[in-house]
């Protein structure tokens, strides 16, 4: 099977178009270190706003992706594209129907070799995502497992993404979906402020996905990337 374009990344910034950021914080997230740059929100996002984010960030060699949340946000030109899937909710039109929708308007235009499915699977239940969504965020473990495990054999998805949004999650947790992924790869955000709990999420999850703290205290960003990429576990 052909490696994922995403395949590498450890740590990832994601950005939000809906909120400004200052030439200078943009310059330093993108030299930081950081494998990329995820641009995407879950509300306020305008095919104007990304576009000028997108443009700002392409200045730089680092690998650039938008997460596709809105048709008005879905713009050409970055280097490799997510499409969500809400896995435990129960409104279909997260799941299936806003993305035929999507399909139906630009599915002649889609580089289907750099996009790419995740399965979100949203765990806390005061985050925007997850009002949005109606997300059934209070999973046990047994419950989490079962959605690891239909997105990653039955729906064979090549991203799960658990998503706290603003928390920092259950790390037992994260490291039982851990156990239970076998070939998709494992996506963690949520609530990453410091080097420390970049450095926790790192030891189960593939990828981590840094953002909140971004606009609250850039120097803790920044220090993320070290944190993951100087330790956590390797042997994925």
Same mark, same amino acid.
Request: charged share 25%; glycine share 10%; with cysteine.
């Given at each position: ?9 450890? /740590? ?11 030439? !200078? ?6 030299? $930081?270190?950081?494998?990329?740059? =995820? ?13 000028? =984010?997108?443009?700002? %960030?392409?200045?730089?060699? %680092? ?12 713009? #050409?030109?970055? *280097?490799?594209? +997510? %499409?969500?899937?809400?896995? &435990? ?19 002649? +235009?889609?580089?289907?070799? !750099? ?10 239940? *005061? ?8 997300? &059934? ?10 959605? @690891? ?9 090549? %991203?799960?993404?658990?998503?706290? $949004?603003?928390?920092?999650? *259950?790390? #037992? ?9 076998? &070939? ?8 990453? *402020? ?9 030891? /189960?999850? /593939?990828?981590? @996905?840094?953002? &909140? ?24």
């Amino acid at each position: 099977m052909k490696e994922a374009w995403f395949s590498e990344w450890r /740590h990832v910034f994601k950005l939000d178009p809906d909120k400004p950021i200052s030439d !200078e914080a943009l310059d330093a997230l993108c030299m $930081s270190g950081t494998d990329a740059i =995820l641009i995407g929100g879950s509300s306020g996002v305008t095919f104007e706003n990304t576009v000028d =984010l997108m443009s700002r %960030v392409r200045r730089y060699e %680092v690998d650039c992706a938008l997460e596709v949340s809105t048709l008005d946000g879905a713009v #050409p030109g970055f *280097d490799g594209y +997510f %499409v969500p899937l809400v896995l &435990n909710t129960d409104r279909a039109e997260w799941i299936i129907g806003k993305q035929i929708e999507g399909l139906k308007e630009y599915g002649t +235009f889609v580089p289907w070799e !750099e996009t790419a499915a995740q399965g979100y699977i949203i765990l806390n239940e *005061d985050a925007t995502a997850a009002q949005v969504t109606g997300a &059934n965020a209070a999973l046990d473990e047994e419950g989490l497992i079962a959605y @690891v495990r239909m997105a990653d054999r039955l729906m064979r998805l090549p %991203v799960i993404y658990l998503e706290y $949004s603003g928390r920092f999650g *259950d790390m #037992p947790l994260l490291a039982s979906a851990r156990r239970a992924v076998r &070939n998709a790869r494992l996506f963690y955000g949520g609530g990453i *402020d410091s080097a420390d709990k970049a450095r926790q999420a790192a030891e /189960h999850a /593939h990828t981590i @996905v840094v953002g &909140n703290v971004i606009y609250t205290d850039l120097a803790a960003a920044l220090s993320t990337v070290e944190a993951v990429r100087g330790g956590g576990r390797q042997e994925f």
